[in-house]
């Protein structure tokens, strides 16, 4: 049996467990790490188990306690390789051990216990950020988060996927009228910043998930300019799961 948690997804921080075969890999850890094992315990999983953690890039609300899950736990860390080549001070502020830093090549596949984790680059204001493609006992997850843009291979891959983590940011009219000054608007909704409901959507069309029925769990909703009922508004049609601002969800699939 796969068990699978998202911890908490949105602004606040987020932070993805997969666990098999008592083998576990996080994605994300943008909480404290107090809270990160609190979570982890509230779902029935065991910190011992995990065997690596993978960050899609660096900003806070992803990686905030990456450097104390890696001094505390000396596991593996995972970044791009960009990520390593460019973002500085940021990646140098993880003060990661050097016995955890890891790099991973774009498209290159790494074994993790009994997980096989592959990244991909997507489209963000943070030096190398990655999405992943795991495999686990003939299961196929894909995560997609805080990217402007989605590009082809992204769609082949989501249609190979059994289950799907797709971001869906922002309502366009919400954040249009809502409370952010309008260079924060151009960021938000810029080709570096993040998916909206309508493109989340459109994603979905085109990877075929309205007539597979495969289930898309929507994450990382804003605090500002989205809420669930517009989400789930929007997605219709869909086997769609909104994962609404902090709340943890846990899921099993055999």
């Given amino acids: 049996m796969i068990r699978y948690s998202v911890l908490s997804s949105g602004s606040c921080g987020n932070s993805y467990v997969f666990e098999c075969g008592g083998q576990s890999i996080l994605i994300d850890a ?38 104390t899950f890696a001094r505390r736990t000396h596991l593996p860390v995972y970044v791009s390789r960009k990520c390593r080549l ?14 955890s830093e890891r790099v991973m090549e774009a498209g290159e596949e790494i074994r993790s216990g009994v997980f096989t984790v592959r990244s991909f680059y997507t489209s963000h204001d943070s030096a190398g950020s990655c999405g ?32 799907l983590f797709l971001e869906s940011n922002y309502d366009v009219q919400m954040l249009r009228h809502g409370p952010y000054p309008l260079y924060l608007q151009r960021r938000v909704a810029g080709d570096k910043g993040h998916l909206s409901n309508d493109q989340a959507r459109g ?36 086997n769609a799961f909104v994962c609404a601002r902090g709340c943890q969800y846990n899921f099993e699939c055999p």
Avoid: W
């Fill in 203 to 238: 994603f979905l069309q085109d990877a075929g998930f309205s007539e597979s029925g495969k289930q898309v769990y929507l994450i990382h909703l804003s605090d500002n300019n989205n809420n669930p009922s517009v989400v789930l508004e929007a997605m219709r049609g869909f």
């Fill in 132 to 163: 992943y493609v795991i495999t686990v006992s003939g299961k196929t997850f894909m995560i997609i988060t805080d990217t402007g843009t989605c590009n082809s291979q992204m769609i082949e891959d989501a249609r190979k996927a059994d289950i």
């Fill in 30 to 67: 943008g909480l404290s790490f107090k809270q990160l094992q609190l979570r982890l315990q509230t779902g029935g999983y065991d910190i011992s188990t995990v065997t690596a953690l993978f960050l899609t890039h660096l900003h806070p609300d992803h990686a905030h306690c990456a450097g």
């Fill in 86 to 99: 460019h973002a500085g001070t940021e990646y140098m502020a993880l003060n990661l051990p050097e016995d």
